[in-house]
């Protein structure tokens, strides 16, 4: 997940700056990141709603809806799935000193914390947008960034 999502990221962020479908090799080739990889995470965000993929000679990825309403919560979930990041298997019931189970009738202090944490990062994740991506792009970056990848994604390859 962590290579993929942050290449997904990067990806969605520079499609705000293109009106026409993108292929995955381009945006590939401007990330200086695997090519097959890469088309995997397209795709998976394809299967998610959140971009569209176009076959053909003209065809690539275009983002499906404005990016101040793809949430990075719904990226990460394209990704790696709805699911928890961590998973209690109640280790603690295991191995010579195992608790027993009678005595695990609420989660342990790791799984409580894990919860809570998991809580957390999801509302973070949920709250910021594609578009506030864009924004700290440009803050960071200089506003001519947009424009420049926009330009790039554009030109013939080669």
């Given at each position: 997940?962590?290579?993929?999502?942050e290449?997904?990221?990067?990806?969605?962020?520079?499609?705000t700056?293109?009106?026409?479908?993108?292929?995955?090799?381009?945006?590939?080739?401007?990330?200086d990141?695997?090519?097959?990889?890469?088309?995997?995470q397209?795709?998976?965000?394809?299967?998610?709603?959140?971009?569209?993929?176009t076959?053909?000679?003209?065809?690539?990825?275009?983002?499906t809806?404005?990016?101040?309403?793809?949430?990075?919560?719904?990226?990460?979930e394209?990704?790696?799935?709805?699911?928890?990041a961590?998973?209690?298997?109640e280790?603690?019931?295991?191995?010579?000193?195992?608790?027993?189970?009678?005595?695990?009738?609420?989660?342990?202090g790791?799984?409580?914390?894990?919860?809570?944490?998991?809580?957390?990062?999801?509302?973070?994740?949920?709250?910021?947008?594609?578009?506030?991506?864009v924004?700290?792009?440009?803050?960071n970056?200089?506003?001519?960034?947009?424009?420049?990848y926009?330009?790039?994604?554009?030109?013939?390859?080669?």
């Amino acid at each position: 997940m962590p290579g993929g999502v942050e290449w997904a990221l990067h990806c969605c962020v520079v499609l705000t700056t293109s009106s026409e479908p993108v292929p995955a090799a381009r945006l590939a080739e401007l990330h200086d990141v695997s090519a097959s990889y890469l088309a995997k995470q397209l795709q998976a965000l394809a299967r998610a709603g959140l971009v569209h993929s176009t076959q053909g000679k003209s065809g690539g990825y275009a983002l499906t809806r404005g990016p101040e309403s793809i949430t990075l919560l719904d990226v990460v979930e394209a990704l790696a799935g709805p699911g928890p990041a961590f998973v209690c298997t109640e280790i603690r019931q295991r191995g010579p000193l195992a608790t027993p189970a009678a005595a695990c009738a609420t989660p342990c202090g790791i799984a409580r914390a894990m919860a809570t944490a998991e809580t957390a990062w999801r509302r973070a994740l949920a709250a910021t947008t594609i578009a506030d991506l864009v924004r700290d792009v440009d803050a960071n970056h200089g506003p001519d960034i947009m424009t420049a990848y926009g330009t790039w994604l554009g030109a013939p390859s080669g």
